[in-house]
Structure formats: structure tokens, C-alpha cells
């Protein structure tokens, strides 16, 4: 009964790198793709709105 807990585990284990490796390869693809784009640009300017808006709230509109 050892043996397959055992085996079991690993294969647990297995899955969860599986699902790890996966996750990272299409990371690097999303990143790939959006780096050098227009999409880039405005997520960091989106990003840096948020940012503003957070360490001054009151300088926000909820237009923007």
C-alpha cells in the first residue's frame, strides 16, 4: 500500500509542475507578444493612473 501512495504523490506532484511550466510558457508568450506594442504603452500608462490615484486619492476623478 506504500508504494502506491507513494506513486500517488508523485503524481500529484507531477501534475502541479505540469500545470506550473504551463502557466509560465504562456506567460512569456502573453509578454512576448505585448512588449515593443501599443498595448504596452497603454497598460503602462493605465498602470501609472492607478498608481497616482492611490497614493493621492483625492487628485483622482472617476472619469479618468
Given amino acids: 500500500m506504500k508504494i502506491v501512495g507513494a506513486s500517488r504523490d508523485r503524481q ?3 501534475a ?3 500545470y506550473t511550466l504551463l502557466l509560465m ?3 512569456m508568450v502573453f509578454w ?3 512588449k515593443n506594442s501599443d498595448m ?3 497598460l503602462a500608462r493605465a498602470w501609472s493612473r492607478v498608481s497616482d490615484c492611490v497614493e493621492v486619492p483625492m487628485a483622482c ?4
Fill in 61 to 64: 476623478d472617476s472619469g479618468s
Fill in 25 to 27: 510558457m504562456v506567460t
Fill in 16 to 18: 502541479l509542475m505540469e
Fill in 40 to 42: 504596452s504603452q497603454e
Fill in 12 to 14: 500529484k506532484g507531477q
Fill in 32 to 34: 512576448v507578444g505585448i
